[in-house]
């Protein structure tokens, strides 16, 4: 698991303090717009007058007003959820931090998304509890320009005792964070289960680990995973288990609830079947040689080969010529 500083973070009334001048600063730009759009730009860049000017004009004002109540309380919406976030993690023991930028956090996202593509924010620290973990907000950008797509995810990592061959679980209900990054896993990489689970899951592994996969994912741990995350993605990469849940709210209680429980159920099994796990690929140490992370795995079982998605670079290319495309078209039927 990546380090990761457990700095206290800014008082509250500080966060509070930047927030209202952020906010005024703001409510007073839009304003300041719509004044010069309703008194300068109407009248004498449309050369409106009249009747037609004044309604054009309270439209406008009306537009500004609506635009700086919205602002208002979106910020606000956001500032009580972040203050019932640092609630509930003082009264769990946890640590709260509402911004950690684009501190590497591990697994597939750091790996396919450019550092500037990448934030995150809430950070919950409960790794000195009974079931350890910490969990923070993602929000990645996937692609350029105008066929960029924005992502948010609740992702999740949970230490492992020991380490384990990469495995890769893609829910085939979509659009979780493994299924919407730039590559996905080659087809060779991918294994079938027994009973349903590769009708929920998409599995893919390091070629020569099936077996050792199925040493991980027995049959009571498949059931878990079915039964309390068959929406979402996880991962196994080296020590760490990866969980990606949509955006939840969890100052909701009953997404709070099942957040922890499926964080409980997987640290337990996924925890108790990698626990001894031994890769026999792996350079053989002397018994009296202090084995680290990073001695219990050969190089290949660490990666799953994956291939570029097509279909976000031709959007990304075909998306500006739409309307030159409507353009013609046009032209032609007028014609």
Do not use: K
């Not at 635009?67 to 910020?75: D, H, K, P």
């Not at 996202?109 to 500037?116: A, K, N």
């Not at 230490?159 to 890769?168: G, K, Q, V």
Request: hydrophobic content about 45%; charged content about 20%.
């Amino acid at each position: 698991m990546a380090p990761f500083s457990a700095g206290r973070a800014a008082p509250l009334a500080t966060a509070r303090g930047w927030g209202s001048l952020t906010l005024v600063a703001s409510s007073v730009a839009t304003l300041v717009i719509a004044g010069a759009l309703a008194f300068y730009l109407l009248p004498v860049g449309f050369a409106l007058s009249g009747t037609t000017l004044v309604y054009a004009q309270v439209a406008t004002m009306l537009l500004g007003a609506a635009l700086v109540a919205w602002s208002t309380m979106s910020i606000s919406r956001h500032r009580r959820r972040r203050t019932a976030l640092a609630e509930i993690a003082a009264a769990l023991g946890w640590r709260y931090r509402a911004d950690i930028g684009d501190h590497p956090w591990g697994g597939s996202i750091d790996e396919q998304v450019d550092r500037g593509d990448r934030t995150a924010q809430d950070h919950l620290d409960a790794r000195h509890s009974a079931v350890p973990f910490d969990s923070v907000e993602r929000t990645f950008v996937v692609g350029d320009g105008e066929g960029a797509t924005m992502h948010t995810v609740r992702a999740v990592r949970i230490p492992l005792p020991s380490e384990a061959p990469r495995i890769m679980l893609r829910s085939r209900r979509g659009g979780g964070a493994l299924s919407v990054l730039p590559r996905r896993p080659t087809g060779r990489t991918r294994i079938r289960l027994e009973g349903d689970f590769s009708d929920v899951f998409d599995v893919s592994v390091p070629p020569g680990y099936e077996t050792d996969a199925l040493y991980v994912l027995t049959p009571d741990l498949m059931a878990i995973l079915v039964d309390e995350s068959a929406d979402l993605d996880l991962e196994i990469v080296d020590s760490t288990l990866y969980v990606y849940f949509p955006a939840v709210d969890l100052t909701d209680g009953e997404e709070l609830r099942r957040f922890l429980t499926v964080i409980a159920a997987l640290h337990d099994r996924v925890g108790r079947r990698t626990l001894l796990y031994r890769d026999e690929a792996a350079t053989p140490l002397d018994p009296g040689t202090y084995r680290r992370d990073g001695d219990t795995l050969a190089g290949r079982a660490r990666h799953v080969d994956t291939r570029t998605r097509w279909w976000p670079v031709i959007a990304a290319v075909a998306t500006p010529l739409v309307p030159m495309l409507i353009a013609v078209v046009w032209l032609r039927i007028a014609g």
